[in-house]
Protein backbone atom coordinates (compact mmCIF):
# COMPACT_ATOMS: atom_id res chain seq x y z
CA UNK A 1 0.00 0.00 0.00
CA UNK A 2 1.22 3.70 -0.86
CA UNK A 3 2.03 6.36 1.80
CA UNK A 4 -1.05 7.97 1.00
CA UNK A 5 -3.20 5.09 1.44
CA UNK A 6 -1.83 4.59 5.17
CA UNK A 7 -2.74 7.86 5.55
CA UNK A 8 -6.02 7.52 4.43
CA UNK A 9 -6.39 4.23 6.49
CA UNK A 10 -5.15 5.97 9.35
CA UNK A 11 -8.03 9.16 9.16
CA UNK A 12 -10.98 6.37 9.05
CA UNK A 13 -9.89 4.32 11.74
CA UNK A 14 -8.97 7.69 13.73
CA UNK A 15 -12.55 9.04 13.15
CA UNK A 16 -13.92 5.79 13.85
CA UNK A 17 -11.83 5.39 17.29
CA UNK A 18 -13.13 8.92 18.11
CA UNK A 19 -17.03 7.99 17.36
CA UNK A 20 -16.28 4.87 19.53
CA UNK A 21 -14.76 7.02 21.95
CA UNK A 22 -17.77 9.73 21.73
CA UNK A 23 -20.70 7.11 22.19
CA UNK A 24 -19.08 5.07 25.18
CA UNK A 25 -18.38 8.09 27.34
CA UNK A 26 -21.79 9.15 26.77
CA UNK A 27 -20.66 12.22 24.60
CA UNK A 28 -22.87 10.77 22.05
CA UNK A 29 -27.01 9.64 23.37
CA UNK A 30 -27.27 6.20 22.70
CA UNK A 31 -30.90 6.79 21.34
CA UNK A 32 -29.30 9.24 18.40
CA UNK A 33 -26.19 6.97 17.21
CA UNK A 34 -24.72 3.58 18.19
CA UNK A 35 -20.67 2.99 18.77
CA UNK A 36 -19.19 1.49 15.25
CA UNK A 37 -18.26 -2.05 17.32
CA UNK A 38 -22.20 -2.15 18.18
CA UNK A 39 -23.18 -1.73 14.51
CA UNK A 40 -20.76 -3.98 13.52
CA UNK A 41 -22.10 -6.90 16.06
CA UNK A 42 -25.65 -5.21 14.67
CA UNK A 43 -24.93 -6.32 11.30
CA UNK A 44 -23.00 -9.48 11.95
CA UNK A 45 -26.71 -10.20 13.68
CA UNK A 46 -28.67 -9.30 10.73
CA UNK A 47 -26.55 -11.21 8.63
CA UNK A 48 -26.42 -14.29 10.76
CA UNK A 49 -29.71 -14.52 10.91
CA UNK A 50 -30.61 -14.27 7.32
CA UNK A 51 -33.99 -12.32 8.23
CA UNK A 52 -32.84 -9.71 5.55
CA UNK A 53 -31.38 -11.62 3.19
CA UNK A 54 -34.01 -11.60 0.68
CA UNK A 55 -33.76 -7.46 1.12
CA UNK A 56 -30.13 -7.45 0.22
CA UNK A 57 -30.21 -9.64 -2.61
CA UNK A 58 -33.20 -7.63 -4.43
CA UNK A 59 -31.39 -4.61 -3.59
CA UNK A 60 -27.81 -5.44 -4.96
CA UNK A 61 -29.63 -7.07 -7.99
CA UNK A 62 -31.60 -4.00 -8.69
CA UNK A 63 -28.09 -1.83 -8.42
CA UNK A 64 -26.37 -4.54 -10.91
CA UNK A 65 -29.54 -4.41 -13.50
CA UNK A 66 -29.88 -0.45 -13.13
CA UNK A 67 -25.82 -0.27 -13.96
CA UNK A 68 -25.93 -2.86 -16.66
CA UNK A 69 -28.82 -0.34 -18.21
CA UNK A 70 -27.19 2.57 -17.77
CA UNK A 71 -23.58 1.46 -18.90
CA UNK A 72 -25.10 -0.41 -22.05
CA UNK A 73 -27.58 2.24 -23.14
CA UNK A 74 -25.53 5.23 -22.45
CA UNK A 75 -22.54 3.69 -24.00
CA UNK A 76 -24.67 3.53 -27.11
CA UNK A 77 -26.04 6.92 -26.97
CA UNK A 78 -23.27 8.24 -26.26
CA UNK A 79 -22.02 6.50 -29.36
CA UNK A 80 -24.20 8.02 -31.83
CA UNK A 81 -24.34 11.29 -30.12
CA UNK A 82 -20.26 11.10 -31.07
CA UNK A 83 -21.16 10.53 -34.95
CA UNK A 84 -23.55 13.26 -35.09
CA UNK A 85 -21.63 16.35 -34.28
CA UNK A 86 -24.97 18.66 -35.05
CA UNK A 87 -26.62 16.50 -32.22
CA UNK A 88 -23.84 17.14 -30.33
CA UNK A 89 -23.24 20.58 -30.25
CA UNK A 90 -27.52 20.72 -29.07
CA UNK A 91 -27.11 18.00 -26.34
CA UNK A 92 -24.21 18.33 -24.79
CA UNK A 93 -25.21 21.79 -22.70
CA UNK A 94 -27.87 19.71 -21.39
CA UNK A 95 -26.04 16.59 -20.75
CA UNK A 96 -23.31 19.64 -19.14
CA UNK A 97 -26.26 21.03 -16.55
CA UNK A 98 -28.33 17.47 -16.21
CA UNK A 99 -26.58 16.82 -12.64
CA UNK A 100 -27.66 20.37 -11.10
CA UNK A 101 -31.88 18.50 -11.67
CA UNK A 102 -32.80 16.60 -8.53
CA UNK A 103 -33.98 13.24 -10.84
CA UNK A 104 -36.05 11.89 -7.49
CA UNK A 105 -38.66 14.68 -7.62
CA UNK A 106 -39.75 12.76 -11.08
CA UNK A 107 -40.89 10.00 -8.93
CA UNK A 108 -44.36 10.34 -9.44
CA UNK A 109 -44.36 9.74 -12.91
CA UNK A 110 -42.58 6.81 -12.61
CA UNK A 111 -45.22 5.56 -9.71
CA UNK A 112 -48.19 6.21 -12.35
CA UNK A 113 -46.29 4.79 -15.34
CA UNK A 114 -44.54 1.16 -13.58
CA UNK A 115 -46.23 1.31 -10.11
CA UNK A 116 -44.21 0.97 -6.70
CA UNK A 117 -41.98 -1.93 -7.10
CA UNK A 118 -38.36 -2.72 -8.70
CA UNK A 119 -39.67 -1.19 -12.07
CA UNK A 120 -40.07 2.20 -11.05
CA UNK A 121 -36.47 2.30 -8.70
CA UNK A 122 -34.36 1.07 -11.98
CA UNK A 123 -35.57 3.40 -13.93
CA UNK A 124 -34.89 6.53 -11.52
CA UNK A 125 -31.42 4.68 -11.13
CA UNK A 126 -31.10 4.17 -14.90
CA UNK A 127 -32.10 8.26 -15.16
CA UNK A 128 -29.59 8.44 -12.70
CA UNK A 129 -26.71 7.42 -14.00
CA UNK A 130 -27.31 6.67 -17.48
CA UNK A 131 -25.62 10.33 -18.26
CA UNK A 132 -22.27 9.48 -16.26
CA UNK A 133 -21.58 7.16 -19.01
CA UNK A 134 -22.68 9.45 -21.63
CA UNK A 135 -20.22 11.77 -20.97
CA UNK A 136 -18.10 9.19 -20.27
CA UNK A 137 -18.20 7.64 -23.26
CA UNK A 138 -18.12 11.13 -25.46
CA UNK A 139 -14.45 12.03 -23.79
CA UNK A 140 -13.09 8.59 -24.47
CA UNK A 141 -14.01 8.51 -28.04
CA UNK A 142 -13.16 12.18 -28.45
CA UNK A 143 -9.46 10.69 -27.14
CA UNK A 144 -8.62 8.40 -29.53
CA UNK A 145 -5.32 9.73 -30.99
CA UNK A 146 -5.87 10.41 -35.14
CA UNK A 147 -3.28 8.61 -35.65
CA UNK A 148 -4.42 5.23 -34.49
CA UNK A 149 -7.57 6.06 -36.77
CA UNK A 150 -4.77 6.45 -39.28
CA UNK A 151 -3.06 2.75 -38.46
CA UNK A 152 -6.10 0.99 -38.45
CA UNK A 153 -6.67 2.37 -42.45
CA UNK A 154 -2.77 1.16 -43.15
CA UNK A 155 -3.67 -2.41 -41.23
CA UNK A 156 -6.48 -1.89 -44.05
CA UNK A 157 -9.20 -2.47 -40.84
CA UNK A 158 -13.21 -2.46 -41.89
CA UNK A 159 -15.25 0.17 -39.59
CA UNK A 160 -16.42 -2.81 -37.78
CA UNK A 161 -13.03 -4.22 -36.87
CA UNK A 162 -11.41 -0.39 -36.12
CA UNK A 163 -14.21 -0.06 -33.64
CA UNK A 164 -13.48 -3.39 -31.78
CA UNK A 165 -9.62 -3.84 -31.91
CA UNK A 166 -8.71 0.03 -32.30
CA UNK A 167 -11.52 2.30 -30.73
CA UNK A 168 -12.60 -0.02 -27.93
CA UNK A 169 -9.43 -0.52 -26.28
CA UNK A 170 -7.85 2.87 -26.68
CA UNK A 171 -11.28 4.32 -24.74
CA UNK A 172 -11.55 2.12 -22.63
CA UNK A 173 -9.96 3.65 -19.41
CA UNK A 174 -12.63 6.58 -20.16
CA UNK A 175 -15.07 4.07 -20.51
CA UNK A 176 -14.61 2.15 -17.69
CA UNK A 177 -14.56 5.77 -15.28
CA UNK A 178 -17.96 6.29 -16.67
CA UNK A 179 -18.72 2.49 -15.62
CA UNK A 180 -17.45 3.09 -11.67
CA UNK A 181 -19.13 6.10 -11.83
CA UNK A 182 -22.78 4.27 -13.28
CA UNK A 183 -22.04 1.80 -10.28
CA UNK A 184 -21.93 4.80 -7.43
CA UNK A 185 -25.03 6.46 -8.98
CA UNK A 186 -26.94 3.54 -9.33
CA UNK A 187 -26.07 2.34 -5.66
CA UNK A 188 -27.23 5.71 -4.84
CA UNK A 189 -30.33 5.72 -7.04
CA UNK A 190 -31.63 2.36 -5.90
CA UNK A 191 -30.94 2.65 -1.97
CA UNK A 192 -32.32 6.06 -2.20
CA UNK A 193 -35.65 4.87 -4.02
CA UNK A 194 -36.40 2.03 -1.91
CA UNK A 195 -36.94 4.62 0.80
CA UNK A 196 -40.58 6.08 -0.90
CA UNK A 197 -40.78 3.29 -3.49
CA UNK A 198 -40.45 0.16 -2.26
CA UNK A 199 -42.08 -2.40 0.26
CA UNK A 200 -38.64 -4.15 0.20
CA UNK A 201 -35.08 -3.59 -0.55
CA UNK A 202 -32.08 -2.61 2.01
CA UNK A 203 -33.38 1.27 1.69
CA UNK A 204 -36.92 0.96 2.83
CA UNK A 205 -35.33 -1.82 6.14
CA UNK A 206 -33.37 1.11 7.25
CA UNK A 207 -36.40 3.32 6.91
CA UNK A 208 -38.85 0.85 8.13
CA UNK A 209 -36.13 0.20 11.30
CA UNK A 210 -36.34 4.01 11.33
CA UNK A 211 -39.69 4.44 11.87
CA UNK A 212 -40.05 1.24 14.64
CA UNK A 213 -37.35 2.72 16.50
CA UNK A 214 -34.87 0.05 16.12
CA UNK A 215 -31.48 1.87 16.01
CA UNK A 216 -29.91 -1.87 16.08
CA UNK A 217 -31.25 -2.73 12.81
CA UNK A 218 -30.60 0.55 11.27
CA UNK A 219 -27.18 1.35 12.08
CA UNK A 220 -26.08 -2.34 11.33
CA UNK A 221 -28.28 -2.07 7.66
CA UNK A 222 -26.40 1.56 6.94
CA UNK A 223 -23.12 -0.17 7.85
CA UNK A 224 -23.72 -3.07 5.19
CA UNK A 225 -24.49 -0.27 2.82
CA UNK A 226 -21.00 1.79 3.57
CA UNK A 227 -19.55 -1.92 3.50
CA UNK A 228 -20.82 -2.80 -0.32
CA UNK A 229 -20.47 0.74 -2.04
CA UNK A 230 -16.76 1.20 -0.72
CA UNK A 231 -15.93 -2.64 -1.62
CA UNK A 232 -17.39 -2.15 -4.93
CA UNK A 233 -15.71 1.06 -5.51
CA UNK A 234 -12.27 -0.05 -4.04
CA UNK A 235 -12.59 -3.32 -6.71
CA UNK A 236 -13.59 -1.01 -9.71
CA UNK A 237 -10.71 1.55 -9.07
CA UNK A 238 -8.37 -1.27 -8.92
CA UNK A 239 -9.16 -1.91 -12.22
CA UNK A 240 -9.59 1.57 -13.05
CA UNK A 241 -6.14 2.52 -12.41
CA UNK A 242 -4.81 -0.46 -13.75
CA UNK A 243 -6.25 0.82 -17.16
CA UNK A 244 -4.98 4.34 -16.76
CA UNK A 245 -1.67 3.27 -15.77
CA UNK A 246 -1.24 2.06 -19.77
CA UNK A 247 -2.73 5.49 -20.78
CA UNK A 248 0.85 7.21 -22.64
CA UNK A 249 3.33 9.36 -20.49
CA UNK B 1 34.95 4.15 -44.27
CA UNK B 2 33.61 4.46 -47.99
CA UNK B 3 33.85 7.87 -49.07
CA UNK B 4 30.44 9.13 -50.71
CA UNK B 5 30.86 8.92 -54.24
CA UNK B 6 34.47 6.98 -54.14
CA UNK B 7 32.93 3.60 -55.78
CA UNK B 8 30.29 4.82 -58.07
CA UNK B 9 29.40 1.01 -58.76
CA UNK B 10 28.43 0.56 -55.52
CA UNK B 11 25.93 3.17 -55.68
CA UNK B 12 22.42 1.50 -54.67
CA UNK B 13 20.43 3.88 -56.70
CA UNK B 14 22.16 2.18 -60.01
CA UNK B 15 21.57 -1.30 -58.78
CA UNK B 16 17.42 -0.62 -58.65
CA UNK B 17 16.26 1.19 -61.50
CA UNK B 18 13.11 0.34 -62.23
CA UNK B 19 9.98 2.12 -60.80
CA UNK B 20 8.40 0.69 -57.59
CA UNK B 21 5.97 3.83 -57.30
CA UNK B 22 5.10 6.63 -59.77
CA UNK B 23 2.76 9.70 -59.10
CA UNK B 24 2.03 11.92 -62.37
CA UNK B 25 0.49 14.94 -62.18
CA UNK B 26 -0.70 14.29 -58.43
CA UNK B 27 -2.82 17.24 -57.07
CA UNK B 28 -4.46 17.75 -53.92
CA UNK B 29 -6.66 20.50 -53.07
CA UNK B 30 -8.76 20.61 -50.01
CA UNK B 31 -12.69 21.94 -50.28
CA UNK B 32 -12.35 20.92 -53.73
CA UNK B 33 -16.30 21.27 -53.48
CA UNK B 34 -18.06 24.14 -55.12
CA UNK B 35 -19.09 25.23 -51.67
CA UNK B 36 -15.98 24.62 -49.62
CA UNK B 37 -12.89 27.12 -49.54
CA UNK B 38 -10.17 25.67 -51.52
CA UNK B 39 -6.61 24.94 -50.12
CA UNK B 40 -4.26 24.23 -52.95
CA UNK B 41 -1.91 22.01 -50.50
CA UNK B 42 0.05 19.95 -53.23
CA UNK B 43 1.00 19.42 -56.92
CA UNK B 44 1.30 18.88 -59.70
CA UNK B 45 4.00 16.64 -58.56
CA UNK B 46 5.34 13.98 -60.96
CA UNK B 47 7.86 11.62 -58.76
CA UNK B 48 9.29 7.99 -59.80
CA UNK B 49 10.23 6.02 -56.70
CA UNK B 50 12.79 3.53 -57.92
CA UNK B 51 12.77 0.04 -56.64
CA UNK B 52 14.83 -0.12 -53.64
CA UNK B 53 16.04 3.33 -53.35
CA UNK B 54 15.95 5.62 -50.52
CA UNK B 55 13.98 8.76 -50.46
CA UNK B 56 13.82 11.85 -48.83
CA UNK B 57 11.45 14.66 -49.17
CA UNK B 58 12.47 18.13 -47.68
CA UNK B 59 10.00 21.09 -47.89
CA UNK B 60 9.11 24.26 -45.39
CA UNK B 61 6.37 24.20 -43.24
CA UNK B 62 2.79 23.20 -44.54
CA UNK B 63 4.13 22.73 -48.06
CA UNK B 64 2.26 19.80 -48.53
CA UNK B 65 5.01 16.77 -47.43
CA UNK B 66 2.50 14.70 -45.33
CA UNK B 67 0.03 15.35 -48.34
CA UNK B 68 2.11 13.63 -50.50
CA UNK B 69 2.88 10.35 -47.91
CA UNK B 70 -0.89 10.45 -47.31
CA UNK B 71 -1.46 10.60 -51.63
CA UNK B 72 1.15 7.61 -51.88
CA UNK B 73 -0.07 5.81 -49.44
CA UNK B 74 -3.41 5.69 -50.66
CA UNK B 75 -4.95 7.21 -47.51
CA UNK B 76 -6.02 10.15 -49.26
CA UNK B 77 -7.30 10.45 -52.83
CA UNK B 78 -5.50 12.68 -55.20
CA UNK B 79 -7.69 15.66 -56.61
CA UNK B 80 -6.11 15.15 -60.24
CA UNK B 81 -3.39 12.32 -61.44
CA UNK B 82 -2.92 9.29 -60.67
CA UNK B 83 -0.82 6.98 -57.87
CA UNK B 84 0.46 4.28 -59.38
CA UNK B 85 2.12 1.45 -56.71
CA UNK B 86 4.27 -1.97 -58.67
CA UNK B 87 2.12 -1.14 -61.65
CA UNK B 88 -1.63 -0.75 -60.08
CA UNK B 89 -3.33 1.87 -59.84
CA UNK B 90 -3.42 3.24 -56.06
CA UNK B 91 -7.22 3.26 -54.45
CA UNK B 92 -7.39 2.92 -50.48
CA UNK B 93 -3.95 1.46 -48.52
CA UNK B 94 -2.60 -1.36 -50.95
CA UNK B 95 -0.94 -4.35 -50.01
CA UNK B 96 2.98 -4.05 -49.40
CA UNK B 97 2.94 -0.63 -48.18
CA UNK B 98 3.97 0.12 -44.82
CA UNK B 99 3.52 3.41 -42.98
CA UNK B 100 5.53 5.22 -39.98
CA UNK B 101 3.66 7.71 -38.40
CA UNK B 102 5.20 11.28 -36.42
CA UNK B 103 2.82 10.60 -33.22
CA UNK B 104 3.10 7.73 -31.17
CA UNK B 105 0.82 5.08 -32.82
CA UNK B 106 1.50 2.28 -30.87
CA UNK B 107 -1.10 0.28 -28.98
CA UNK B 108 -1.24 1.49 -25.04
CA UNK B 109 -3.28 -1.37 -24.12
CA UNK B 110 -0.96 -4.52 -25.63
CA UNK B 111 2.40 -5.34 -24.49
CA UNK B 112 5.48 -5.10 -27.29
CA UNK B 113 5.46 -8.38 -28.24
CA UNK B 114 1.34 -8.14 -29.25
CA UNK B 115 1.62 -4.59 -30.98
CA UNK B 116 4.21 -6.19 -33.03
CA UNK B 117 2.22 -9.21 -34.26
CA UNK B 118 -0.76 -7.08 -34.44
CA UNK B 119 -0.31 -7.34 -38.13
CA UNK B 120 0.09 -10.82 -38.51
CA UNK B 121 -2.69 -11.79 -36.21
CA UNK B 122 -4.90 -9.76 -37.82
CA UNK B 123 -3.53 -11.40 -41.62
CA UNK B 124 -4.17 -14.70 -40.18
CA UNK B 125 -0.57 -16.04 -40.36
CA UNK B 126 -0.23 -19.36 -38.35
CA UNK B 127 0.90 -18.54 -34.49
CA UNK B 128 4.54 -20.78 -35.38
CA UNK B 129 5.40 -17.68 -38.40
CA UNK B 130 4.11 -14.93 -36.28
CA UNK B 131 6.51 -16.13 -33.48
CA UNK B 132 9.33 -16.64 -35.68
CA UNK B 133 8.59 -13.16 -37.15
CA UNK B 134 8.21 -11.26 -34.23
CA UNK B 135 11.00 -12.66 -32.20
CA UNK B 136 12.57 -11.70 -35.40
CA UNK B 137 11.96 -7.85 -35.49
CA UNK B 138 11.92 -7.44 -31.41
CA UNK B 139 15.70 -8.25 -31.93
CA UNK B 140 16.45 -6.67 -34.92
CA UNK B 141 15.28 -3.52 -33.39
CA UNK B 142 16.30 -3.85 -29.59
CA UNK B 143 13.33 -4.77 -27.93
CA UNK B 144 14.07 -7.93 -26.50
CA UNK B 145 14.16 -6.95 -23.06
CA UNK B 146 10.87 -4.75 -23.63
CA UNK B 147 8.57 -7.42 -25.16
CA UNK B 148 6.70 -7.65 -22.04
CA UNK B 149 6.22 -4.09 -21.45
CA UNK B 150 3.65 -1.69 -21.93
CA UNK B 151 4.11 1.01 -24.35
CA UNK B 152 3.63 3.34 -21.57
CA UNK B 153 6.30 1.64 -19.75
CA UNK B 154 9.04 3.35 -22.51
CA UNK B 155 10.76 6.10 -23.52
CA UNK B 156 9.41 7.96 -26.72
CA UNK B 157 12.45 6.90 -29.00
CA UNK B 158 11.65 3.22 -27.62
CA UNK B 159 7.28 3.06 -29.04
CA UNK B 160 9.05 4.26 -32.14
CA UNK B 161 10.91 1.24 -32.33
CA UNK B 162 7.77 -0.61 -31.53
CA UNK B 163 6.09 1.13 -34.17
CA UNK B 164 8.83 0.56 -36.91
CA UNK B 165 9.08 -3.53 -35.81
CA UNK B 166 5.29 -3.17 -36.24
CA UNK B 167 5.27 -2.18 -39.62
CA UNK B 168 8.57 -4.47 -40.64
CA UNK B 169 7.33 -7.94 -39.63
CA UNK B 170 4.73 -7.19 -41.98
CA UNK B 171 7.83 -6.91 -44.75
CA UNK B 172 6.14 -3.92 -46.71
CA UNK B 173 7.59 -3.62 -49.84
CA UNK B 174 7.45 0.21 -50.08
CA UNK B 175 7.57 1.65 -46.75
CA UNK B 176 6.83 5.16 -46.09
CA UNK B 177 8.20 7.26 -42.54
CA UNK B 178 6.53 10.60 -41.96
CA UNK B 179 8.97 12.54 -39.65
CA UNK B 180 9.12 9.43 -37.55
CA UNK B 181 12.11 11.10 -35.31
CA UNK B 182 10.47 14.38 -35.40
CA UNK B 183 10.02 13.69 -31.52
CA UNK B 184 13.20 12.34 -30.18
CA UNK B 185 16.58 14.48 -29.52
CA UNK B 186 18.94 14.40 -32.18
CA UNK B 187 21.25 11.67 -30.59
CA UNK B 188 18.57 9.07 -30.62
CA UNK B 189 17.84 10.03 -33.94
CA UNK B 190 21.16 9.34 -35.54
CA UNK B 191 21.05 6.73 -33.59
CA UNK B 192 17.57 6.05 -35.21
CA UNK B 193 18.84 6.64 -38.35
CA UNK B 194 21.85 3.81 -38.28
CA UNK B 195 18.80 1.63 -37.50
CA UNK B 196 16.79 2.65 -40.46
CA UNK B 197 19.58 2.13 -43.11
CA UNK B 198 20.30 -1.22 -41.77
CA UNK B 199 16.62 -1.80 -41.90
CA UNK B 200 16.76 -0.62 -45.36
CA UNK B 201 19.60 -2.93 -46.46
CA UNK B 202 17.78 -5.89 -45.05
CA UNK B 203 14.58 -5.75 -46.41
CA UNK B 204 15.39 -4.20 -49.93
CA UNK B 205 12.45 -2.20 -49.47
CA UNK B 206 11.81 1.42 -50.94
CA UNK B 207 11.96 3.66 -48.23
CA UNK B 208 10.02 7.22 -48.55
CA UNK B 209 11.10 9.17 -45.97
CA UNK B 210 9.83 12.77 -44.95
CA UNK B 211 11.74 14.97 -43.15
CA UNK B 212 12.11 18.37 -41.68
CA UNK B 213 15.78 18.14 -40.95
CA UNK B 214 18.47 18.77 -43.84
CA UNK B 215 21.34 16.03 -41.90
CA UNK B 216 19.03 13.35 -41.39
CA UNK B 217 17.49 13.81 -45.23
CA UNK B 218 21.37 13.72 -46.41
CA UNK B 219 22.52 11.16 -44.38
CA UNK B 220 19.85 8.38 -45.11
CA UNK B 221 18.85 8.44 -48.16
CA UNK B 222 20.14 8.24 -52.21
CA UNK B 223 18.20 10.80 -53.20
CA UNK B 224 16.44 13.74 -51.76
CA UNK B 225 13.68 15.87 -53.55
CA UNK B 226 13.25 19.21 -52.81
CA UNK B 227 9.71 20.68 -51.74
CA UNK B 228 8.43 24.26 -52.76
CA UNK B 229 6.33 26.30 -50.58
CA UNK B 230 2.44 25.23 -50.91
CA UNK B 231 1.33 24.15 -53.05
CA UNK B 232 4.74 21.84 -52.80
CA UNK B 233 6.47 20.79 -56.25
CA UNK B 234 9.67 19.75 -56.44
CA UNK B 235 11.73 22.05 -57.26
CA UNK B 236 15.49 19.78 -57.13
CA UNK B 237 16.36 16.44 -56.85
CA UNK B 238 19.84 15.58 -55.04
CA UNK B 239 21.48 12.73 -55.45
CA UNK B 240 23.73 11.94 -52.25
CA UNK B 241 25.87 9.31 -53.64
CA UNK B 242 26.86 7.73 -50.83
CA UNK B 243 27.41 3.49 -50.68
CA UNK B 244 24.85 1.34 -49.94
CA UNK B 245 26.60 0.56 -46.43
CA UNK B 246 26.30 3.86 -44.39
CA UNK B 247 25.92 4.78 -41.31
CA UNK B 248 25.97 8.03 -38.80
CA UNK B 249 29.47 8.13 -38.92
CA UNK B 250 29.15 10.13 -42.59
CA UNK B 251 28.34 13.04 -41.23
CA UNK B 252 31.86 14.22 -40.57
CA UNK B 253 32.78 13.91 -44.54
CA UNK B 254 32.99 16.65 -46.39
CA UNK B 255 30.51 15.82 -48.72
CA UNK B 256 27.93 15.64 -46.24
CA UNK B 257 28.26 18.95 -45.58
CA UNK B 258 28.49 19.94 -49.13
CA UNK B 259 24.67 17.79 -50.26
CA UNK B 260 23.15 19.48 -47.03
CA UNK B 261 24.51 22.91 -47.55
CA UNK B 262 22.96 22.46 -51.42
CA UNK B 263 19.37 21.46 -49.75
CA UNK B 264 19.11 24.72 -47.73
CA UNK B 265 20.56 26.89 -50.83
CA UNK B 266 16.93 25.21 -52.37
CA UNK B 267 15.37 25.49 -49.42
CA UNK B 268 16.06 28.84 -47.57
CA UNK B 269 14.30 30.37 -50.51
CA UNK B 270 11.01 28.35 -50.15
CA UNK B 271 11.45 28.14 -46.15
CA UNK B 272 11.26 32.36 -46.27
CA UNK B 273 8.07 32.24 -48.99
CA UNK B 274 6.25 30.23 -46.13
CA UNK B 275 7.21 32.49 -43.57
CA UNK B 276 6.03 35.42 -45.33
CA UNK B 277 9.09 36.94 -45.57
CA UNK B 278 11.24 37.00 -49.19
CA UNK B 279 15.34 36.90 -49.00
Not at chain 1, 58 to 85: K, M, Q
Not at chain 1, 167 to 181: I, S
Not at chain 2, 70 to 76: E, K
Amino acid sequence: MTREGWIRLGVVLAATAALEALCRFGAIAHTVVLAPTEMTISLWRILLSGEYNADILLTLRNVLVSSAIAVGLGFALGAIIHALPRVRGAVEPLLASYYSIPTFMFYPIFIVIFGVGSQAIIAIAVLLSIVAMITSTLTGLDRIPPVLRKTARVFRMSPPARAVLIDLPAAAPYLFTGVKLSFAYALIGVIASEFILSGAGIGYSIAYAYNNFSNQRMYGLMLLVIIVATAANTALDAIDRRLQSRLRR
Amino acid sequence: MIRAGDAPTTRSAKAANDVHARLTAVTRIYGASPSGARLHALGPIDLDLKRGEFFAVVGPSGCGKSTLLDVLAGLAEPTEGEVVFEGQRVRGVPDGIGVVFQEDASFSWLTVRDNVAFGLRRAGVDAAETARRVDYAIGFMGLREFARAYPAQLSGGMRQRVCIARTLVLQPRLILLDEPFGSLDQQTRLLMGDELLRLWRETKATVMLITHALDEATMLSDRVGVMSARPGVFIDFVETGWPRERDSRIVSDPHFGAVTARLWDKLRVESLKSMGTTA
